[in-house]
T-cell receptor
Framework: GAVVSQHPSWVICKSGTSVKIECRSL??????MFWYRQFPKQSLMLMAT?????????EQGVEKDKFLINHASLTLSTLTVTSAHPEDSSFYIC???????????????FGPGTRLTVT | GENVEQHPSTLSVQEGDSAVIKCTYS??????FPWYKQELGKGPQLIID?????GEKKDQRIAVTLNKTAKHFSLHITETQPEDSAVYFC???????????FGAGTRLFVKA
């Protein structure tokens, strides 16, 4: 299957600072990338959909000024958690959608996740 | 919008037995149904998927069935092994939409 990388895999930061997480599709071009947040023992919560060259679409309840998303190229999307607080501590996972084939929706591949701890 | 329900939430089986996880969806427009395996501390891994134009798909020990009339699909794992222990998520999406809706997950334990 296709490979999606995420960096860093874990990060610890102090309250009030900003953290940037990178998501890359290594062997395919992804016009659409997604950012999820996952709490322990829970399902994936979609935060936003990121389309290359346009503004991200945020899900209801997700603060776009706090979670800045940039999809600058077909292989890179970044999530910046601004002015992080302890309640932002979580497992953040990105995914990239493989280009569609004909009318079929492309498969979605996930990165390995980034564990953010805000102290 | 789409809603995906997944059962059971926890499943414990003996090594070598089969495991079945079931999901139902609400949006009849959904036509793509992937299954993901997530190990502790890792991102979900796509293990198999099925599109609405087929009723069953198999890949070695795993198989997925789809009943479009009843709007449910299932994951079958045969000859389970301890390394199959993980959380499994079903999902549903449709070609015209951007979102993939995930089930709540099933925690599978395979006892040696």
């Amino acid at each position: 299957g296709a490979v999606v990388s995420q960096h860093p895999s874990w990060v610890i930061c102090k309250s009030g600072t900003s953290v940037k997480i990178e998501c890359r599709s290594l062997d395919f071009q992804a016009t659409t990338m997604f950012w999820y947040r996952q709490f322990p023992k829970q399902s994936l919560m979609l935060m936003a959909t990121s389309n290359e060259g346009s503004k991200a679409t945020y899900e209801q309840g997700v603060e776009k000024d706090k979670f800045l998303i940039n999809h600058a190229s077909l292989t890179l999307s970044t999530l910046t958690v601004t002015s992080a607080h302890p309640e932002d501590s979580s497992f953040y996972i990105c995914s990239a959608r493989y280009p569609p084939s004909g009318r079929a929706l492309g498969e979605q591949y996930f990165g390995p996740g980034t564990r953010l701890t805000v102290t | 919008g789409e809603n995906v329900e997944q059962h059971p939430s926890t499943l414990s089986v003996q090594e070598g037995d089969s495991a079945v996880i079931k999901c139902t969806y609400s949006d009849s427009a959904s036509n793509y149904f992937p299954w993901y395996k997530q190990e502790l501390g890792k991102g979900p891994q796509l293990i198999i998927d099925i599109r609405s134009n087929v009723g069953e798909k198999k890949d070695q020990r795993i198989a997925v069935t789809l009943n479009k009339t009843a709007k449910h699909f299932s994951l079958h794992i045969t000859e389970t092994q301890p390394e199959d222990s993980a959380v499994y998520f079903c999902a549903a999406s449709e070609t015209g939409g951007f979102k993939t809706i995930f089930g709540a997950g099933t925690r599978l334990f395979v006892k040696a």
